[in-house]
């Protein structure tokens, strides 16, 4: 049985191959009477396009979607919505050599074990390439939770992390790393220049924070906010860690350290909180504080460096990926995990309202 559906009253699906003639989702769920154009998905799709600068992809896509179904007037009917996007820049002969031998690191060898059969081109349902329509159901999802403003950034490439004493929220847009920090974007351009020429790849951190985020939503147990969140940045192609609030780094600390102190605040507001070690969720429901996740992307797979591998005969080779590959595909993730974060929370919203009203 294979999955591709994500979310309990508001859902997305999403259907394609990285090198077939098109991608695209169903958005099961969303409320009726919302405003809704092409022109609101389009902003996120453009942040997330390939080919943008020589530190991703160079595969071009201009991502242009077309909504298919479901709107009506410019306002969501409340049936699906169907999207889709073109694919109009693939190079399926790269990919020669994959279809012989097996990618460490890439999921070559887990689908041959799965299906017994797999799309070689580009990695088929495997590539990161799918994730354009997460962002496209990303920007349905925030029409519904429009009192929520979602930011993200890249926290760290490699061994080089931003300084927080420089953080600017205004430098994120003006740099083709998404961030926060203009020196260590300055210094990521060399990071990244020299991992490339070595037809290597690098890691990446990732955070996403959102405001604005009501106090009350999630579940005690099985519907966790926190447990959905990890579930939801976990599906992400090259993902291999993700930390809510303080993360691993609460198992370090002790029990008065740990705790969000509280006063009281403005009348009917909520309290007031000193610290939000708990990323903004406790026993699984939101307290009205960000809710801030982190998010680990491994070094892309497909590189140009030799690697030992099997061929599909269990024969002894190696392997150098040939192609347009992302150095660090957590560069363009972030569009990704700000979509994945409006789609938990849209959900929970919905839930929500559906048990308390």
């Not at 022109?39 to 799709?45: K, T, W």
């Not at 992307?297 to 269990?314: N, Q």
Request: net charge neutral.
């Amino acid at each position: 049985m294979s999955f591709n559906t994500f979310g309990r009253v508001l859902r997305f699906t999403t259907f394609g191959e990285s090198h077939g003639p098109a991608i695209g989702a169903v958005v099961d769920g969303c409320p009726p009477r919302l405003d809704l154009s092409e022109a609101d998905i389009q902003p996120f799709l453009d942040k997330r396009r390939p080919g943008q600068s020589r530190f991703t992809t160079q595969r071009q896509e201009p991502d242009q979607v077309r909504i298919l179904s479901g709107v009506f007037e410019g306002r969501t009917t409340g049936t699906p919505i169907g999207l889709l996007i073109d694919n109009v820049d693939q190079r399926s002969k790269d990919y020669s050599e994959v279809a012989a031998a097996y990618r460490p690191g890439h999921a070559d060898y887990a689908y041959d074990a799965k299906y017994g059969f797999r799309d070689y081109r580009g990695g088929g349902r495997s590539s990161a390439r799918e994730t354009a329509m997460r962002v496209a159901a990303g920007a349905v999802a925030r029409k519904v939770i429009p009192e929520v403003r979602i930011r993200a950034w890249v926290e760290q490439i490699g061994h080089h992390p931003i300084l927080y004493s420089r953080f600017d929220e205004s430098e994120i847009d003006n740099n083709a790393f998404f961030s926060p920090d203009p020196v260590a974007a300055e210094q990521w351009e060399k990071v990244i220049d020299t991992a490339r020429k070595d037809g290597s790849s690098l890691g990446a951190v990732v955070v996403c924070e959102a405001y604005g985020v009501p106090a009350g939503w999630g579940a005690p147990l099985y519907a966790k906010l926190d447990s959905e969140l990890a579930s939801g940045m976990m599906s992400i192609n090259a993902v291999k860690g993700v930390e809510i609030g303080d993360g691993f780094a609460a198992a370090l600390a002790t029990g008065e350290g740990n705790a969000d102190p509280m006063r009281p605040g403005t009348p009917g507001a909520g309290p007031q909180f000193l610290a939000n070690h708990a990323g903004g969720i406790a026993g699984g429901i939101s307290t009205g504080q960000p809710v801030r996740v982190r998010v680990a992307f491994k070094p892309t797979s497909s590189i140009l460096t030799p690697v030992e591998t099997i061929t599909r005969d269990g024969e002894a080779t190696e392997i150098r990926t040939r192609g347009r590959h992302d150095p660090c595909v957590g560069i363009r993730g972030v569009p990704v995990v700000e979509a994945m974060m409006a789609l938990v929370l849209a959900d929970q919203k919905l839930l929500h309202r559906a048990q308390c009203g």
